[in-house]
C-alpha cells in the first residue's frame, strides 16, 4: 500500500493478482495450512484467495477504501497461523520462510497508510 496517487490501482492489482495465485497453485497454499486446520484445507485457501481478491477490488475506489482497510487487516490477522505454521514446518524450495513473519507486520502497516 502506498500513499502515491497511483498506488491503489497498484496495490489493488497486486491484491487481486495475490488471492488468484491461490486458485492458480492452491496445493502449494495449502501446505502452509496448520494441521489442526487440515479438514478445511481447501476451503481456507478458497475462503483466503477471495478475501485478498475481494481487498484489492475494495482499494480501488474511494468510497471503499477504508472498509477495505479493515477487511485486508483482518486477512492479515487471519492467514498469520499459515504463515507461523509455513515458518516452523516448511517443506517447500523457499530458503527462509521465516522471513514472511515480520513482512506481514510490514503489509499490515502500509495496508493501514494505503487506504487512508
Do not use: C, K
Not at 500513499?3 to 492489482?13: F, K, L, N, Q, S
Not at 487481486?16 to 495465485?21: L, P
Amino acid at each position: 500500500m502506498s500513499t502515491d496517487p497511483r498506488g491503489p490501482a497498484r496495490d489493488g492489482a497486486v491484491l487481486i493478482a495475490s488471492g488468484a495465485f491461490h486458485f492458480v497453485i492452491p496445493r502449494q497454499f495449502e501446505s502452509f495450512v496448520p494441521p489442526r486446520l487440515e479438514t478445511w484445507r481447501r476451503e481456507l485457501v478458497v475462503a483466503s484467495g477471495i478475501a485478498e481478491i475481494a481487498g484489492g477490488v475494495a482499494v480501488l475506489p474511494d468510497r471503499t477504501r477504508r472498509w477495505a482497510r479493515w477487511w485486508l487487516l483482518a486477512t492479515l490477522v487471519a492467514v498469520y497461523p499459515a504463515n507461523i505454521n509455513m515458518a516452523i514446518n516448511s517443506r517447500t524450495s523457499r530458503r527462509f520462510p521465516h522471513r514472511r513473519l515480520p513482512l506481514q507486520f510490514l503489509f499490515a502497516r502500509n495496508t493501514w497508510r494505503g487506504t487512508r
